[in-house]
């Protein structure tokens, strides 16, 4: 069974910078997609990046591109998520999720807030 422990959130102002980090265990990560999402105050969960596990592709949401990078270090099994010029609107919880290529995410960490004041 997959578990994933996020770390790295925090209060930050407006146009700063954090780095969130994903510890991933319970399973070999081949063929494996992980991934972040965030959910703020009122709203639907929304996915903000992704990466596959092997080849490392990557693919962001409109609203962070060019401001985030998701990343990941096989050898430490942990995936993390750059975060700068960071805007209030990025505020929310944000949660690391796995799962196998193709089907949906289907494991998902427990998640870590993020504040931006303005």
Known sequence: QVQL????????QAGGSLRLSCAASGRAFSNYRMGWFRQAPGKEREVVAAITWTAGRTAYADSVKGRFTIS?????N????????LKPE????????????????DSWGQGTQVTVSS
């Open 90 to 105: 990025d505020t929310a919880v944000y949660y690391c999720a796995a799962g196998r290529l193709g089907p949906p995410f």
């Open 5 to 12: 422990v996020e770390s790295g959130g925090g209060l930050v």
């Open 78 to 85: 942990t995936m993390y998520l750059q975060m700068n010029s």
């Open 72 to 76: 990941r270090d096989n050898a430490k």
